[in-house]
């Protein structure tokens, strides 16, 4: 079982429609990751949290909206969506950011559809 | 450019063989390279990690190896079973304040 915990697991929502998504780690870790996965790609890299701080935005429209208000939790705030936007989120963990042979730890992920 | 490529998008092979995925970069220079499988509908999951300076690394059936001059590593899984069948993605771990870059990912099916 992933030590990184998602929540929910399934989202339907409205184009206009707010919403969020949850994610959980007591691993101690310092770093946090948003990626969003479409069917048979890789995972893509959106945002990275690195001690609470937003480090890496990689150029993410802003209808999707981070936020980490502990080292244990992260929320991605979507706001206005697509139809396109429906994806996989995954949330992953690991111990720092800077290379040292971290490894990173996924949750299962937030199924999201956008209707 | 910066690149990194997983050989093939499906491989599939026969139960009791050898699977050998390939990994192969341009343009980085990673400290580490990492290979994670991906059940679908599910996160990636850790499966081992090699740094520039080992050539090997095995867990149970698991081989992989690193060659820095090629610019490649080789992800093998020894007498293979139909549990192995998963999507395998190699990740570039570099210096520096970088998070990982993920190959495309190899589906693998072994079929019994």
């Known amino acids: 079982d992933t030590e990184v915990t998602q929540t929910p697991k399934h989202l339907v929502m409205g184009m206009t429609n707010k919403k969020s998504l949850k994610c959980e780690q007591h691993?101690?870790?310092?770093?946090m990751y948003w990626y969003k996965q479409k069917a048979k790609k890789p995972p893509e890299l959106m945002f990275v949290y690195s001690y609470e701080k937003l480090s890496i935005n990689e150029s993410v429209p802003s209808r999707f909206s981070p936020e980490c208000p502990n080292s244990s939790l992260l929320n991605l705030h979507l706001h206005a969506l697509q139809p396109e936007d429906s994806a996989l989120y995954l949330c992953?963990?690991?111990?720092?950011?800077?290379?040292?042979?971290?490894?990173?730890?996924f949750g299962e992920g937030s199924w999201l559809t956008v209707v | 450019s910066q690149k990194i490529e997983q050989n093939s998008e499906a491989l599939n092979i026969q139960e009791g063989k050898t699977a050998t995925l390939t990994c192969n970069y341009t343009?980085?220079?990673?400290?580490?390279l990492q290979w994670y499988r991906q059940d679908p509908g599910r996160g990636p999951v850790f499966l081992l990690l090699?740094?520039?300076?080992?050539k090997e690394k095995r867990k149970e059936r698991l081989k992989v190896t690193f060659d820095t001059t090629l610019k490649q590593s080789l992800f093998h899984i020894t007498a293979s079973q139909p549990a192995d069948s998963a999507t395998y993605l190699c990740a570039l771990d570099m210096r520096g304040n970088t998070p990982l870059v993920f190959g495309k990912g190899t589906r693998l099916s072994v079929i019994a």
């Open positions: 090699i740094r520039e300076n080992e």
């Open positions: 691993m101690g870790h310092r770093a």
């Open positions: 343009n980085y220079s990673p400290a580490y």
């Open positions: 992953a963990s690991s111990q720092m950011l800077q290379s040292s042979g971290n490894t990173i730890y």
